[in-house]
């Protein structure tokens, strides 16, 4: 039993580039999640989904979009990467929005 | 912002009880408190979380004061391998949906 995955762990981007973070959980859950989380503070919610098909806003989600087509995976993509999204992003899941499973994070750098 | 007040950074002897206070003065009455921790920058790791009753697993205990606008967080026997730190987090509502809203956290640094 994976848990949650994610993918990349590191990423480098340049200004101006594009990416894809990857989620993938296998526990069924309906409730998926990405944060991000900045030196010494906690996590900042980005978007959310309540289920396959659904999104929406968290506290922080400009410069971010995100799709959630199967129920398993859930997808954060950055358009046009900027310095200020340098950040260590974090996934997690949730039956319902109870007790949340976290992936390991992806260190992302852009410079 | 946070609904939750924790204090920066505690010290505890290994092998002695930890409590972990949080101020949670603005709480409503339907939202639960949940506690995570996160150990050297890994995902954070759920602990425990309660409504109004004293919650108890192997991990950790959760003792919530009668009118719920404070809890403390007890691990019993502190190990090396508690140092994390802890977060005290109110579960909110928006739009029939639930979001953890997330504070700094507490630095605990167990010493031997």
């Known amino acids: 039993n994976a848990g949650v995955t994610q993918t990349p762990k590191f990423r480098v981007l340049k200004t101006g580039q594009s990416m894809t973070l990857l989620c993938a959980q296998d526990?069924?859950?309906?409730?998926m999640y990405w944060y991000r989380q900045d030196p010494g503070m906690g996590l900042r919610l980005i978007h959310y989904?309540?289920?396959?098909?659904?999104?929406a806003k968290g506290e922080v989600p400009d410069g971010y979009n995100v799709s959630r087509l199967k129920k398993q995976n859930f997808l954060l993509g950055l358009e046009s990467a900027a310095p200020s999204q340098t950040s260590v992003y974090f996934c997690?899941?949730?039956?319902?929005?109870?007790?949340?499973?976290f992936g390991q994070g992806t260190r992302l750098t852009v410079v | 912002d946070a609904k939750t007040t924790q204090p920066t950074s505690m010290d505890c002897a290994e092998g002695r009880a930890a409590n972990l206070p949080c101020n949670h003065s603005?709480?409503?009455?339907?939202?639960?408190v949940y506690w995570y921790r996160q150990i050297h920058s890994q995902g954070p790791q759920y602990i425990i979380h309660?409504?109004?009753?004293?919650e108890t697993n192997e991990m950790a205990s959760l003792i919530i004061t009668e009118d719920r606008k404070s809890s403390t967080l007890i691990l019993p026997h502190a190990t090396l391998r508690d140092t994390a730190v802890y977060y005290c987090?109110?579960?909110?509502?928006?739009?029939?949906?639930?979001?953890?809203?997330w504070g700094a956290g507490t630095k605990l640094i167990i010493k031997p």
């Open positions: 603005t709480i409503s009455g339907n939202e639960y």
């Open positions: 526990m069924n859950h309906e409730y």
């Open positions: 989904s309540v289920g396959e098909g659904t999104t």
């Open positions: 997690a899941s949730s039956y319902l929005g109870g007790e949340a499973f």
């Open positions: 987090i109110v579960r909110v509502a928006v739009d029939s949906n639930y979001q953890l809203i």
């Open positions: 309660g409504l109004k009753n004293n």
